[in-house]
RNA sequence: GGCCCCAUCGUCUAACGGUUAGGACACGGGCUUUUCAAGCCUGUAAUCCGGGUUCGAUUCCCGGUGGGGUCACCA
């Protein structure tokens, strides 16, 4: 028995479709659970779809996920992208003449055939098709021209494809997930394997690859079972073993259709762009098509990995709804240091210009941490320490207390926090023990106390206490708020 | 339409013949509380339908229904 290795193989289309991330990541699981490899393939063989920089931005989610792979393209410090393992080029654009040769190799042995049909042909036989209601499959117009009409249209300079001659009979594999999979060969159509421009086609590059770079676990979603068949006949006629196919499930759009952008974001940048944790993408992401425990939701890569089981994974399709990605969310947030979010947060704070002493940031961060859902979230929330809100004066009336008591309550605090030393001010334990301190021996009620006080430094209807407020503020930012609280309420 | 795949609370899922069908998110109520958040307690909510097999089916088989995927010189 060879070492597991697994593969995750896009095609660079300048983003990390959420379904892409889920199968790297289940390819990544598989394979460290086994003890194997994880390679990283870049299926290019589509010009028309060439995107500038698509491999490199693909690079950076994958590393920025915590996906390593232990073969394919890498990105150097200097952002040039390098090869790793010694089964490359793991690009496929760069592999053109090998796909020629295998092809060439089925042509000799009567497994192939050229055809020169035009597109206008082909179009319009499938149309017919269509109209007969009849399934839609090339009719092998070309597969009897002899050698000499042949070269008489290579003379001619007509272009030419290279199709698969799909034999009689039926084609069976094996899945994980699924089992035992079956279908007549008559439905299959006799696939292109070389394009016009000699580029190979996804399912010519892909099995060769495969097989060259010793993939055991053929592991991509559900979209692709109707054309594994295909796969499996270019195996048997090149003689090759055939690895283990996973296909899994799709994940669904709110209609229950394939995930697609036209129904909100589904780029893994777009993600993280509005302040979701890698950690929080992987673990929900992961629990979409299974569950290692029965009754628990946090998982960390690691712990995926040992518990990653392929013939555990769903069969079925699972919505991508974000409810319960913004709860991960806020659980992993929580699990940071005030420090570690200060520094995550930066990305989004520069964005919005908004700057402030680290320091502040931090104590910012350790009084939010709990109020948080997306590290974005950061950004009005500074906001607010840094130019109070505008507010109607009659917020910092409590529900159960009046204006005069409002600013009369104000008024009595100035000179407690005025007497206030830095040992004090310096922590929001110390600070909530002298307040209360203070209510109690006044024969006060908090909520006179604590509400105006906590509007006044917030300018918010929820915030946090207002002994943690002034903790962030300061002494003296803090005073200058209540006294702009006072000269609201004397209006 | 042909072929293929799938089917447990609204959503993600657990239960691989015997459970009061479990957990999580979301939602409702409560506790705590100056507000919000968090936390804790708690409630509502599901086996698509019909036949078999079996002492017993969410689970196995068949049929239906429903949903999805795929039918390119795209991957």
Redesign the pocket.
Known sequence: MSMVKTRF???PTGYLHIGGLRTALYNYLFAKKHGGIFALRI?D??RN?YVPGAVESLLHVLEAMGLQHDEGPILTKEGLIEQKGSLGPYIQSERLSLYTKYAHELLERGLAYECF???ER?ESV?SQQGIA?L????DRHCVTLSPEERTIKHTAGE?C?IRLKIPDGETTFDDLI??R?T?HNQ?I?DQ?LI???G?P??HLANVIDDHLMEVTHVIRA??????TPKHVLLYQAFEWDIPQFAHL??I?NP????LSKRQGDVAVEDYLRKGYLPEALINFVA?????PK??Q?LYRLEELAELFDIE?V??????F?T??L??MN?QYIRTKTPEEITKLSQPFLKKAEIKAPEEILIKICTVEK??LVLLSDLVEKTRGYLILPTYQANLLV?KKSTKEDARLQLQNIIPVLEGFNNEITGSSALIEMALREYIEEKYLQ??NV??PL?VALSGL???????ELLWVLGKEESLRRIHKAITMLEE
Do not use: H, Q
């Open positions: 193989a896009p095609s299926e063989t589509d779809r049909c035009s597109s082909l499938r209601k399934p839609t499959k090339y272009p494809v699924r089992g999979i279908i439905e159509d292109v394009k016009s421009d580029f086609t996804y559900e979209e692709w079972i109707s054309s499930p799709l669904l209609d229950r259709s394939k629990l979409l098509g299974f569950n029965a009754d939701e555990k769903n069969k079925s399709g699972a919505v709804m409810d319960k913004d709860w806020g709990e109020r409590w908090n909520g604590l509400w906590r209807s929820a915030s946090p206490a207002p002994f």
